[in-house]
Each structure stands twice: as structure tokens, then as C-alpha cells.
């Protein structure tokens, strides 16, 4: 019904950028929200940032506020997430998801990409 396509992880030394696509295609979803995930090894899955499609609203977890940027473009139907100044501590697996929101209640099914990796390390 919804497929996610993460891509642009790869490896940056610490304090250099990397830029994540998430990429939506299939069935519209209305009311969406994309949040963007990581897991690292070892360690629970986090949410590091998260955008609601109709206002644009973000959302950034302390973690990485201040460096890290989530945005949209409308005609691609593409999510980024543009990370700067990046640490080892950022080293995980980051996913993309899309889910409907509703007074900030899920309604129906989750979506995830394939995940990217993202290595930061000198």
C-alpha cells in the first residue's frame, strides 16, 4: 500500500554532514506524519525527528537538535533529514515511517523503509 525508500547513510568522519532521503510512494495517506528513527547496537530504537505533512510541524529529539533538520518536498513526495555536526554516538541505522495521526493517536498501519546506515567515525 506505502512504500519507503531510505538512502544517502554512509560513512563521515565526526562533524561532518550526511543528508537522508525517504522517498513515498503508493497509497496517499491522510493526516501523515513522518518520523524518522534510528537504532543503534545495543541499544532500543529512538525517534530523532518527526514532521506532520499538512502543517509542517517538527519535532527533534535533545539529542540532535540544532544539528540535525527534517523537511519535505511536496512534489517528490521526499522526506530529508539533513544531519550536521555529526558524532560517533550518531552511528545507527536510521529508518523512515509514516503512519496517520489523529488528536496525536496512530490510526492504521505504520509504514517503515528498508533502513540506511549511517557510520560516523574518524
Known amino acids: 500500500q506505502v512504500q519507503l525508500v531510505e538512502s544517502g547513510g554512509g560513512l563521515v568522519q565526526p562533524g561532518g554532514s550526511l543528508r537522508l532521503s525517504c522517498a513515498a510512494s503508493?497509497?496517499?495517506?491522510?493526516?501523515?506524519?513522518i518520523g524518522w528513527f534510528r537504532r543503534a547496537p545495543g541499544k532500543e530504537r529512538e525517534v530523532v525527528a518527526r514532521?506532520?505533512?499538512?502543517?509542517?510541524?517538527?519535532y527533534y529529539a535533545d539529542s540532535v537538535k540544532g544539528r540535525f533538520t527534517i523537511s519535505r518536498d511536496n512534489a517528490k513526495n521526499t522526506v530529508y533529514l539533513q544531519m550536521n555536526s555529526l558524532k560517533p554516538e550518531d552511528t545507527a541505522v536510521y529508518y523512515c515511517?509514516?503512519?496517520?495521526?489523529?488528536?496525536?493517536?496512530?490510526?492504521?498501519?505504520?509504514?517503515w523503509g528498508q533502513g540506511t546506515q549511517v557510520t560516523v567515525s574518524s
Open positions: 515511517a509514516a503512519v496517520s495521526l489523529r488528536l496525536g493517536v496512530p490510526v492504521g498501519a505504520t509504514y
Open positions: 514532521l506532520s505533512w499538512s502543517d509542517g510541524s517538527t
Open positions: 503508493g497509497q496517499t495517506i491522510s493526516n501523515v506524519n
